[in-house]
């Protein structure tokens, strides 16, 4: 039974508090309002650097692709060149090394993750499959993510993702790897394989289900609609996932992105992000289960989204919708 007052709840991942409010979704809003963009966009846009055939920013032109297509990015955060070493015991800077890349989904400018073919999504996962393969054979850590939309800073239409790849374990990355890793020293198990146990059992959060994977919304969302993709099994990395789970990871994206663009008719924006073992663990990482977060900003409507500001910015994360009230929405746009 959700708790209809104010209380706080544990982000079991990184340790940190997230304050639930669900008596402010009574407040009237006349907050930012805008149009939402143009959902109908062509198969080729002769102006959209990632398309096939056009030149992009940074010079290069692109092939004329037929499936997913990856490049080095052309503004790279990570360079191979490491950066300075400084400690003042005050002041501190530290190397940075690393590579990142750019994944077209599609050469179909329209085709985003909810709107491609099951075929198509699963060229897309069997792409991730191997860049954290590749990449996690000489880097530290391998973060796959996308931003989608406008809204969350996507600097092209064409549905594309990123990857940066690193010599050193993010923030977070570190902070998720340190509670699985406390977890599994305490219980014996890994730490989202209890939740996702737990879900299982016929809890309020639960989106869908397959042979291979779970989609929540977790106990602990920050973000509006939030949710949290599970593998269900000893699987650590993208590159662990079988024929059979790879099949299921195409299935039940298709089953969770297309319900986010029926919940306020939109383009559904977010940003969205793989978390697996980093690699610097080598086979030490039995604490780990395979994992993809997805954060989108809206939350009343197309064009009214979510800002992480006032107490979020100064205090904690606040939400005022609940998980599981989140949830109920989400289940009722899946077809």
């Not at 055939?53 to 990015?73: I, K, L």
């Not at 397959?210 to 509006?224: D, S």
Request: aromatic share 8%; glycine share 8%.
């Amino acid at each position: 039974m959700t708790d209809p007052l104010p209380h706080r709840r544990k982000n079991l991942l990184t340790g940190e508090y997230v304050l639930v409010s669900p008596q402010r979704m009574a407040r009237p809003w006349q907050g930012e309002r805008k149009n939402d963009q143009a959902q109908n966009r062509p198969l080729h846009d002769p102006d959209c650097y990632l398309c096939p055939t056009n030149a992009r920013s940074g010079g290069e032109t692109n092939p004329d692709y037929e499936g997913t297509f990856v490049f080095p990015n052309d503004f790279p955060a990570l360079l191979e060149e490491s950066g300075s070493d400084f400690d003042d015991d005050l002041f501190v800077e530290k190397p940075a090394r690393g590579e990142a890349r750019v994944i077209c989904y599609s050469p179909d400018h329209s085709a985003t993750l909810a709107r491609m073919t099951g075929e198509g999504r699963r060229a897309v996962v069997d792409t991730w499959c191997d860049i954290s393969s590749d990449l996690g054979s000489r880097w530290a850590n391998v973060q796959i993510f996308e931003n989608k939309g406008a809204m969350m800073g996507a600097s092209s239409p064409h549905p594309h993702g990123q990857v940066w790849a690193s010599d050193f374990l993010p923030s977070t990355v570190q902070k998720e790897d340190e509670r699985q890793r406390d977890y599994y020293g305490m219980r014996g198990e890994p730490l989202l394989g209890a939740v996702a146990e737990r879900e299982l059992q016929g809890s309020e959060r639960m989106l869908a289900q397959n042979e291979h994977w779970i989609a929540i919304v977790p106990h602990w969302a920050a973000w509006p609609f939030e949710t949290l993709l599970i593998a269900r099994g000893e699987i650590r990395r993208l590159e662990d996932l079988g024929e059979g789970s790879r099949a299921d990871l195409s299935e039940i994206l298709g089953t969770l992105l297309p319900a986010y663009d029926r919940l306020f008719d939109t383009d559904f924006p977010y940003s969205m992000g793989w978390h697996g073992a980093p690699h610097e663990l080598g086979k030490e990482c039995a604490h780990w289960r395979l994992h993809a977060h997805f954060y989108p900003p809206l939350l009343r409507s197309a064009d009214i989204r979510k800002h992480m500001v006032g107490f979020e910015l100064l205090g904690e994360t606040q939400r005022d919708l609940t998980p599981e009230a989140a949830a109920e929405r989400i289940r009722g746009e899946i077809r």
